[in-house]
């Protein structure tokens, strides 16, 4: 495999005529670091600027994902998002969010769901940008919309759709052995447009690092290389707009270990293969939009350990079809409704056999607009079917959006709901120690807030309350501790307040933070030391600062990330990690010659060499820099 990617990497380079950084994101290199306010469609499947919305909503475009360098939803999620990630070094992401785990945010790809029915997340270190335009992140339950696994907030990934003829070029270098080039064409004609892109990833990752006796080690065993393509076609004909968009990764990881117990040799390979169609039909004054996808998904995992080393290799199956029709009610209000019918499967040495399930829903949302007032009901009803049983979840949810005064861009936004998780393939199944009678995880939850949405300045402030029940937990079933199970055991609380501003000094100039407190503790088991003590592994405070400059072709772009001090045991205040603020900074330069542009920029990460980790034993990297290089067609 290792030969494949070394060719597609030097493919990659020569074809500049048709690449891009990332591929879809033709616009990077741009005249203005603002942009457009967006409509959203994350709170109602029915669209609405996020003002107008009745939870918190943040968009995140090419303007962000330029200003912070990303190059994977973890990236940009970690840097401009009120989500906090979770990155174990350089290797696995996932999303904490408002005191939930892992498995508690959606992940949406165009509506549909994205992680697989055995684990119930998705990597995101995995997802390179190319493959999208932008993305909204929805703070709160998203069940009532979308179903299982929006419990704590979703994100919701716009596919790249390309369009406009044009193609770029980019390499990236940067230490320990980073390399990074991507290519891609958009091209249109008429009612049809599309996108082909490319893109090539390796790293040694072999950084050094303290441990908590203070001695200097380096990284072993940290390689990693990957690469991911993608397409999609769109067009119009007569009343019908078609669709198609696929996309393959495929990464081979050699997997350091912790801090604690170092390399044991291991290595991981992943594969993803996605395929998702759409029509959207014009019927009078209402619109049918009929979709579906089929995702497979391979994971092989390789430990050489003479004694209780393992090779094993694991394959998921998701596929998932949905009708909504949206159609005007009388003049003040849009409904959508629809049903959903899916499938999903997985086969792994691991679990106790080959395993599969049927998925049903239909939904019913609505926004209605009745002078200053904006109401948004929505409900969801779900069933999961396997061969013995079934299990079932309603998902109701009631928001509002008020603008108290006319031509003040003041809105007073509310939203209670709730939000479940259905139990995965791995807590069910798991062989020798799987819960086949696990019921799902339920939360309820109401937050309200203000936002206002000036030309100049955008600020707004956000309070929950949520509280889960059913929380699935491994817990050990026997006194020496060597056997574990999957119980509903845990319940918790979350209370946070989210505030977030964004200021146009002048038409070069933006600043902004981001601030998250949160206060979610065990309510499990009142005779427990962890009773009423705040969970393991996430800050109190999240806070995100960021400065956005332009000086004629060069740009300056600043951002921070602090998380406060993280527990790593329920109820035990002595063990902690450390708090930690990272800072970024890129240098960027724009030039024009004839039908092409350029951009060339260099990035300095954890500017201020601190030595920290987010998840404990597995330390993040210290100071190194990047340099990108952008080529375009006009």
């Not at 609405?48 to 943040?58: F, L, N």
């Not at 994100?155 to 390499?171: I, Q």
């Not at 091209?187 to 303290?210: A, C, H, I, N, T």
């Not at 902004?512 to 003590?533: C, F, I, K, Q």
């Amino acid at each position: 495999m290792i030969a494949r990617l070394r060719a597609l990497h030097w493919a990659l380079l020569v074809l500049f005529v048709f690449s891009g950084y990332p591929a879809a994101s033709f616009g990077q290199i741009a005249d203005s670091v603002f942009a457009l306010k967006e409509i959203t469609v994350s709170a109602s499947r029915i669209g609405v600027p996020a003002s107008r919305a009745p939870q918190r909503i943040t968009v995140l475009g090419q303007a962000e994902i330029a200003a912070t360098g990303s190059r994977t939803v973890a990236d940009i999620l970690s840097a401009r998002s009120g989500f906090f990630i979770r990155q174990y070094g350089q290797g696995l992401a996932t999303v904490s969010h408002r005191g939930g785990a892992a498995g508690h945010t959606q992940v949406l790809i165009d509506g549909m769901r994205l992680s697989d029915a055995q684990a119930g997340q998705f990597d995101l270190s995995l997802l390179p940008l190319h493959l999208f335009d932008s993305m909204e992140v929805l703070h709160g339950p998203s069940s009532s919309v979308y179903g299982a696994d929006g419990m704590s907030g979703a994100v919701y990934l716009r596919g790249a759709r390309g369009g406009g003829g044009r193609a770029s070029v980019a390499t990236e270098v940067g230490a320990w052995g980073e390399l990074l080039t991507s290519a891609g064409w958009a091209f249109g004609k008429g009612s049809v447009s599309g996108l082909v892109s490319g893109e090539y990833r390796r790293s040694k990752g072999d950084f050094p690092y303290q441990t908590e006796a203070g001695e200097e080690m380096r990284r072993e065993n940290s390689d990693r290389e990957g690469w991911s393509v993608m397409g999609t076609l769109q067009g119009r004909t007569g009343r019908h707009t078609l669709r198609g968009a696929f996309f393959h990764i495929d990464w081979q990881r050699h997997l350091p270990g912790s801090s604690v117990f170092g390399p044991q040799g291991e290595q991981q390979w992943d594969t993803h293969s996605r395929l998702w169609l759409e029509d959207a039909v014009s019927l009078g004054s209402g619109a049918l939009v009929l979709r579906g996808f089929m995702h497979r998904g391979k994971l092989r995992y390789l430990n050489p350990h003479p004694v209780w080393g393992q090779d094993v290799t694991g394959r998921t199956t998701t596929s998932r079809l949905e009708a909504a029709y949206r159609l005007p009610a009388g003049t003040h209000l849009d409904v959508s409704v629809g049903a959903t019918a899916g499938y999903g499967a997985a086969d792994n040495p691991s679990l106790e056999s080959s395993v599969s399930e049927f998925r049903s829903g239909a939904f019913v949302s609505a926004a209605g607009a009745y002078g200053r007032w904006r109401i948004y009901p929505a409900v969801r009803f779900d069933t999961y079917r396997e061969s013995d049983r079934t299990l079932s979840a309603l998902s109701p949810r009631l928001g509002i959006n008020v603008q108290p005064v006319d031509r003040f861009p003041l809105f007073v936004k509310a939203n209670v709901g709730g939000g479940f998780r259905v139990p995965t393939f791995n807590d069910r199944f798991w062989a020798g120690v799987g819960n086949p009678d696990l019921k799902p995880e339920r939360l309820y939850s109401a937050d309200a807030g203000l936002q206002v949405d000036g030309r100049a300045v955008q600020f707004e402030v956000s309070a929950y309350a949520a509280r889960y029940s059913n929380r699935i937990i491994w817990t050990p079933d026997d006194e020496d501790g060597f056997v574990w199970s999957p119980k509903n055991l845990a319940k918790t609380r979350a209370l946070g307040i989210e505030t977030s501003i964004s200021a146009r000094v002048n038409e070069e100039l933006t600043v902004g933070a981001l601030h998250t407190w949160m206060h979610a503790v065990d309510r499990s088991d009142s005779s427990s030391p962890a009773y009423n003590e705040r969970l393991p592994f996430l800050p109190a405070h999240l806070v995100k600062p960021y400065v956005s400059a332009k000086f004629g072709r060069v740009s300056v772009d600043l951002h921070g990330r602090f998380m406060d001090r993280r527990f790593t045991t329920p109820g035990d205040k002595e063990n902690s990690l450390d708090p930690a603020f990272v800072v970024g900074a890129q240098v960027g330069f724009v030039w024009n010659a004839g039908p092409f542009s350029g951009r060339l920029s260099t990035m300095v990460e954890n500017a201020f060499d601190e030595q920290y980790t987010i998840v404990g034993g597995f330390p993040m990297p210290p100071r190194h820099a990047r340099l990108r290089l952008v080529l375009q067609t006009r």
